[in-house]
């Protein structure tokens, strides 16, 4: 850690992550073991990381965000946590933060997140997803999915390479850095295990 750095004593932050200069990190935000954050990233209070993360320059995470451990969180990217933002109430008087109920995004397990990507809290991004540069997610993402759009659209598959998978079959998907074997069941993807 540098001196160009705003974090609250308060933050729980493990001895082996990395954060870059100009980052915030607000009162109560975790970031765990080997998690990288970049430049002026904001994390806001409550936020949690888990370990081995990479989070790049100029993302804004807000409360209540919960980021799985290993993933990928692109440059520029905004996860939201308001459905239904206003600065004042109904009656021209500013909204405190009492005024409103927070709602968050969840990212599981080796999920990556393309820069200048916006999800639109409440969404969840399910574990190995991929979401494309500048998309826009409104819905929640699959696990081994991969969106792309405004709004983000479902187009095709991924495994923990970060490679789109090939279909082999009507239900069997296969990737073609690693080879290992996807299966569509019930239009969630399976990882098949061989025994």
């Not at 993360?53 to 993302?59: E, I, S, W, Y």
């Not at 574990?127 to 696990?143: I, R």
């Not at 923990?160 to 690693?178: A, M, N, R, Y």
Request: proline letters at 5%; one cysteine or more; glycine letters at 8%.
């Amino acid at each position: 850690m540098t001196t160009n750095q705003s974090i609250s004593p308060d933050a729980l932050i493990s001895p082996s992550a990395r954060i870059w200069d100009f980052s915030q990190v607000r009162e109560n935000a975790t970031i765990d073991a080997h998690t990288i954050i970049g430049s002026y990233v904001y994390i806001d209070a409550n936020v949690v990381i888990g370990k081995n993360c990479k989070v790049q320059n100029r993302a804004l995470i807000y409360d209540p965000a919960v980021i799985h451990d290993g993933v990928f969180i692109g440059p520029g990217v905004i996860l939201t946590n308001d459905k239904n933002p206003r600065a004042t109430k109904a009656r021209g008087e500013i909204k405190e933060s009492t005024d409103w109920e927070k709602v968050g995004v969840e990212v599981f397990e080796g999920a990556s997140i393309g820069s200048g990507a916006i999800c639109i809290a409440p969404v969840r991004i399910g574990k190995w997803a991929l979401v494309g540069a500048g998309s826009v997610v409104t819905k929640n993402v699959k696990d081994f999915a991969l969106v792309v759009g405004n709004p983000a659209r479902q187009v095709g598959w991924v495994g923990p390479s970060g490679v789109q998978l090939k279909q082999i079959s009507d239900s069997v998907f296969e990737c073609p850095k690693t080879l290992t074997r996807f299966e569509l069941i019930k239009s969630e993807l399976h990882e098949i295990i061989l025994r």
